[in-house]
């Protein structure tokens, strides 16, 4: 929830998609049947991630906390999602979070992680 929470979305949809972009609750496209428009995204709020995190014993030592590795497939590797993943990594490094990020060939996903 804390890196929900750490996520700047809204920004992510006017920077990089000019605002032709929506933030979704959950997997489903807003005309998916199993979608419920009750359910609203998460806001971006750093203050509650930093609190989830202390809570959860994770405080931060120096700015620091850990490092979490993200593996994306290179065939997804464009301008829009290099500048995305770049909000995301200084999001997330304003609460002591260090995104790394892998692009690795769609053999070595599959070996890997599927």
Avoid: C
């Amino acid at each position: 929830m804390a890196l929900t929470l750490a996520l700047n979305r809204d920004r992510v949809i006017e920077d990089v998609f000019q605002g032709q972009a929506q933030s979704l609750s959950a997997p489903y496209f807003p005309n998916m049947f199993g979608l419920d428009r009750s359910i609203a995204p998460h806001p971006f709020d750093l203050d509650k991630a930093v609190k989830l995190l202390d809570e959860a014993g994770l405080p931060s030592a120096d700015g620091k906390r850990f490092a979490v590795e993200l593996i994306v497939l290179e065939s997804l590797r464009g301008p829009n999602s290099d500048e995305m993943l770049a909000i995301f990594r200084r999001d997330l490094s304003a609460i002591g979070i260090d995104l790394k990020v892998r692009f690795i060939s769609t053999k070595q996903f599959f070996e890997k992680v599927v």
